[in-house]
């Protein structure tokens, strides 16, 4: 993991504006958002999508981008209504969360989260759910807890691979 000590200079305060700025994916930041997601996929953290894939579900992503319009990170929030018979209303997952490796420990993964809570709040979820296969640092830091899978949406639990050592994490909104 990188430290922040090794993150790219903040910009001078004369400079206004971060480092980085949260906006919707679109379609054609297909191929940069597989390109990121690599290395994740590679170490067995996410699984691989194709770009035809990150295309077609480009309005659930939030991206972090630098000022020269380089895409730093990711997030997918999917919203998951509430099944039949079921309580509850709807909820949303995050997936394919990943941060580019020069810029963890920079806020960027934080930033993401944040807007990515926003985004939940205005659409009136329940909740949010998330899958990890590390230690869920963030996650933890921003109110989610470990949940048992019989809470997560049954469509969303039915997709995740079950070779992967996966722990669902929720918070209630």
Not at 97 to 117: E, I, Y
Not at 121 to 142: E, I, K, P, Q, V
Request: charged share 20%; aromatic share 6%.
């Amino acid at each position: 993991m990188t430290t922040a000590s090794s993150c790219p200079a903040p910009l001078p305060p004369a400079l206004p504006g971060p480092a980085y700025s949260v906006r919707s994916a679109r379609e054609e930041d297909a191929a940069e958002l597989a390109e990121l997601s690599r290395p994740f996929v590679r170490s067995g953290a996410l699984r691989e999508r194709p770009v035809s894939l990150y295309a077609a579900h480009a309005a659930d992503f939030l991206v972090a981008q630098d000022p020269s319009g380089r895409i730093e990170g990711s997030v997918g929030l999917r919203v998951h209504p509430a099944g039949p018979g079921e309580a509850r209303g709807p909820v949303g997952v995050l997936y394919n969360f990943c941060v580019a490796g020069h810029r963890q420990g920079c806020g960027v993964g934080a930033g993401l989260l944040r807007a990515a809570l926003a985004m939940a709040h205005a659409r009136s979820l329940g909740a949010l759910f998330t899958a990890t296969t590390g230690g869920g640092g963030l996650f933890l830091r921003y109110g989610f807890a470990p949940t048992a899978v019989r809470r997560a949406p049954a469509s969303w639990v039915r997709s995740m691979d079950p070779r992967r050592d996966t722990r669902i994490l929720t918070k209630s909104l």
